[in-house]
């Protein structure tokens, strides 16, 4: 296994000058090249499922079924898709000729946008690390990741892979702390996809404003549910607490809070309750004891947690479901929170954990305005059987929506996923991840001795004038 950092034989500024070169030759690439490429990486998971399932279990007791869905799964379909589209992917799309450039032919030619730098989250290490580069390749761009060192037997694992597969030059990952994550974004990149918070997020974007690199930022926000008072309350809760609690909560697309009709608090409260107990206690031996809840990734975010914890109970909010928790273990219950107020830490930063704040509304319209209020959320998720989530959409922004289930969205191969302002800039899976490693060259080819523009040229005389007048009347 190899791992490099900045502090090593590896020179960062050296290996993108290597890989500069290679992107040149990328740029001819064909599908056939890429998709040997991507084969590789799956054949590498499939043989390497065991590690994988190790690494995350070591990492922060991820479960070996939860990795398999959430880690595993969405880079092999997401693999699968991109070998299945690729070619048509990639063919230039020829585009009308709009009658005043009549004799013209125009396309869209994808070509690689060059080196790319991808800085993935600790939170799903494998997957937010892998997915990327499957884009990244699918689109011609060698590489670089720098995955999180605070799940280091991940990083280490995929350090291994890519070294499995790749010369330094085309793939790499560089381990490291913030200080080698700096390092990188000094470097003149082609293209950075980050996947983490808003406030790295606007670190990175302004150290690609130096070199005018692209960027895909995947960042977060609180993610808002609305239960309406048509929903299938006991359909809602068992989606809410699967898309909650997945990961212990530290998924960037969970539901950060609920907003729920006053008539179908109580019934949604007991919903949640059982549910809860039926996925993660259905022996009653203590959801500490069960096999599938993972842990908080590490002391400083057990900390974090806690403190919103006691933030709430000190500030009047009522502790429904849960509360308990480990600081050995790293453990936090799954815990439901009512009579949030506004000034709470929990209603005001992206939880990231098993706590779940319920409010309630007793008109729509009060549950739009207070997610208005806030900034742009990454996923937005309405419980509903009456069509008013058609009025939700209309009136909020978010990065994604998902009407009656929650999460689903992020494995839907066809769907663009990324956010909106505060949670993220560009979009990313399938097709949108490989125009996001992708520049879209417009290219114009005129017929030898037809000139479109002759009766334009100077010296403008009064026909040419006239001619521009009916353009601009009628084009």
Known sequence: METITTTQTTDPKELLKKMQGIAIQ????????????????????????SAIRTALWEDFQKPEAETDLSEIF?????????????????????????????????????????????????????????GPLVSALAAGCPSIIKPSELTPHTSALLAEMVSDLFEKDEVMVVQGDAEVAQSLLALPFD?????????????????????????????????????????????????????KLVNCGQTCVAPDYILVHESQKDLLLAELKQAIQQMYDPDYKGIENSKDMARIVNDRHFSRL????????????????????????????PTLLTNVQDEMLVAQEEIFGPILPILTYVDLQEAIDYINR????????????????????????AGGAVINDCVLHFIHNELPFGGVNNSGIGKAHGYYGFLAFSNEKAVLKQRVGLNNATLLRPPFGIKTKQIIQSLIKWF
């Open 374 to 397: 806030k900034p742009k959320p990454l996923a937005l998720y309405v419980f509903d059987q009456s069509k008013q989530y058609e009025d939700v959409l209309l009136q909020t922004s």
């Open 26 to 49: 990328w740029r001819t690439s064909t599908a056939a090249d890429r998709i040997t490429r991507l084969k590789s990486i799956r054949s590498w998971i499939k043989e390497h499922q």
């Open 74 to 130: 969405p880079v092999t379909s997401e693999i699968n898709h991109t070998i299945k589209h690729l070619k048509s992917w990639m063919k230039a799309q020829s585009l009308p000729t709009p009658l005043p450039m009549l004799g013209t032919k125009a396309r869209v030619q994808f070509e690689p946008k060059g080196v790319a730098l991808i800085i993935s989250p600790w939170n799903y290490p494998f997957n937010l690390a892998v």
């Open 306 to 333: 806690k403190s919103y914890l006691d933030d709430a109970s000190e500030k009047g909010a009522e502790i429904e479901f849960g509360g308990k928790n480990n600081h050995h273990h790293r453990f936090i219950e």
């Open 191 to 243: 293209h950075i996809f980050f996947t983490g918070s808003p406030q790295i997020g606007k670190i990175v974007l302004e150290n690609a404003a130096k070199h005018l690199t692209s960027v895909t930022l995947e960042l977060g926000g609180k993610s808002p549910t609305i239960v309406t008072e048509s929903a299938d309350i006991k359909d809602a809760a068992q989606k809410i607490i699967y898309g």
